[in-house]
């Protein structure tokens, strides 16, 4: 099985609805994360969390928002989708050191 | 500024050469750095890391740390096609301590 599992995998929704993308890990790890990846754009980071009570703001935040529901789950929620943010998704835990990532999800907003 | 700087390429080199991939960062406070292999529709992989100024060599791969310039290389000596793929540098610690990415290069060894 998997470190690091996100779901769905690929995902198709119509604008304004709302959609959530789940991640659990198996690691152990305190400190989770939320990238988006848009062709030559690298991973932007939208949502970190360093422990349960710790949510903070990345890059990219405007228009998502999440819920770490214990240590091993962080998920990411778009209330109202954007055509915009069709993207790849990432999730990644790490130990403060190395991160290791989900196998991400492909969304796209029609 | 961003906070993390890579060319984006493409980076073309032949097989067996060594390819050269460059990185900058602005928060001097940055305590970690890290090299991403990302093939197209994957996740990203660890390769290295390295958090002391100087080398660190793995295998075909050597991190270089200049703390004082703000830049991280990766070297890959006898590049095979295989190698093919978006490598992405990354950055933590300083005032946040939260894992930063560059846009990544893209690096074509050629047969």
């Known amino acids: 099985d998997a470190d690091v599992t996100q779901t769905p995998r690929n995902r198709i929704t119509k604008t304004g609805k709302r959609i959530m993308l789940e991640c659990s890990q198996t690691?152990?790890?305190?400190?989770m994360y939320w990238y988006r990846q848009d062709p030559g754009l690298g991973l932007q980071l939208i949502y970190y969390?360093?422990?349960?009570?710790?949510?903070n703001k990345g890059e990219i935040s405007d228009g998502y928002s999440v819920s770490r529901q214990a240590q091993a789950k962080f998920s990411l929620s778009l209330e109202s989708a954007i055509p915009n943010q069709t993207a790849l998704y990432f999730c990644a835990t790490s130990d403060g050191t190395k991160a290791f990532f989900g196998q991400g999800t492909r969304l796209t907003v029609v | 500024q961003k906070e993390v700087e890579q060319n984006s390429g493409p980076l073309s080199v032949p097989e067996g050469a060594i390819a050269s991939l460059n990185c900058t960062y602005s928060d001097r406070g940055s305590q970690s750095f890290f090299w991403y292999r990302q093939y197209s529709g994957k996740s990203p992989e660890l390769i290295m890391f390295i958090y002391s100024n100087g080398d660190k060599e793995d295998g075909r791969f050597t991190a270089q740390l200049n703390k004082a310039s703000q830049y991280v290389s990766l070297l890959i000596r006898d590049s095979q096609p295989s190698d093919s793929a978006t490598y992405l540098c990354a950055v933590t610690g300083g005032a946040t301590n939260k894992l930063i990415f560059g846009t990544g290069t893209l690096l074509a060894v050629q047969p």
């Open positions: 969390s360093f422990d349960v009570k710790d949510i």
């Open positions: 690691k152990g790890h305190d400190r």
